[in-house]
């Protein structure tokens, strides 16, 4: 059930059916010269609908910006600060929740440290908040890198690499303009960066050349299997009163 594609009726008798909803967090965000600015959102959503044809599931329409640190200087990143970020996940669970929706998946296709804790401190703070509410919050990378060990074959492969061009190469063929170089870069550790483009010149982390539509059809499923058991277990969490 896509929120964005319903009326009002239909939203009321979808609460008949289910009380979870998975809201989808992107990005607009450089990744590499070949894909495009919005290759988390457009994965993130992917799976989220992919998932509400197998169970009843309210999906959220997604969120298409986040926090991109290192990312920021490369052309095309349009970012948030954490602090709207978190504003803007408490606000839109807060309205939900008002909505009686009461178990929620934060899905993010961007899986930016920052940005991801971000969302993990956004999340803890709703626990605290709303006695009855369940609430995960993981990236979509992590299901993908996990459920994909035996379809990937670059180490290491995190951001417009082998995994995420052949995800963009099975969804949104016509999105993808070639290929990109292998690249690995190395900031310094420890040391904040100001000019972090020189750093990582391509914009890609990993090996996009390993890429496939084939194999970017296997690892959506898996992870879209993933994403089920998930929601299936957090569904039959108890609300346990704290104490
Ligand atoms: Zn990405």
């Known amino acids: ?18 009380r979870t909803v998975l809201i989808p967090f992107g990005a ?14 457009l994965q993130a959503f992917e799976v989220g609908r992919r998932l509400a044809e197998r169970r009843p599931l309210f999906v959220a329409p997604a969120v298409p910006y986040g926090v991109c640190r290192s990312t920021a200087d490369h052309p095309g990143t349009v970012g948030l600060g954490t602090g709207t970020l978190r504003a803007l996940a408490l606000d839109l669970v807060a309205s939900l929740y008002r909505q009686g929706l009461r178990t929620f998946i934060l899905l993010t296709g961007h899986a930016g440290q920052t940005h991801t804790q971000t969302l993990v401190d956004a999340g803890e703070e709703l626990l605290t908040r709303f006695a009855d509410l369940r609430i995960a919050v993981l990236t979509e990378y992590m299901l993908a890198a996990e459920a994909g060990r035996d379809i990937i ?11 995420e061009t052949s995800r963009i190469l099975h969804s949104r063929p016509e999105l993808v303009r070639g290929s990109a170089e292998r690249e690995y870069p190395s900031f310094p550790t ?32 898996a ?21």
């Not at 607009?28 to 894909?35: A, F, R």
């Not at 074959?153 to 995994?163: M, S, V």
């Not at 960066?193 to 296997?218: H, M, Q, Y």
């Open 153 to 163: 074959e670059t180490p290491d492969d995190a951001h417009a690499g082998e995994i």
């Open 223 to 243: 992870v879209v299997d993933a994403l089920e058991r998930l929601v299936e277990e957090l569904e039959g969490q108890n609300v346990e009163p704290r104490t």
């Open 28 to 41: 607009t965000e450089e990744h590499g010269p070949h894909l495009p600015l919005s290759t988390d959102t």
């Open 190 to 221: 420890g040391i904040l960066v100001r000019n972090k483009r020189r750093f990582w010149p391509g914009g890609v982390w990993g090996d996009p050349t390993k890429a496939s539509a084939e194999k970017g059809a296997r690892l959506e499923t």
């Open 1 to 18: 059930m896509l929120l964005e594609e319903m009326t009002m009726p239909q939203f009321s008798a979808g609460l008949e059916r289910t």
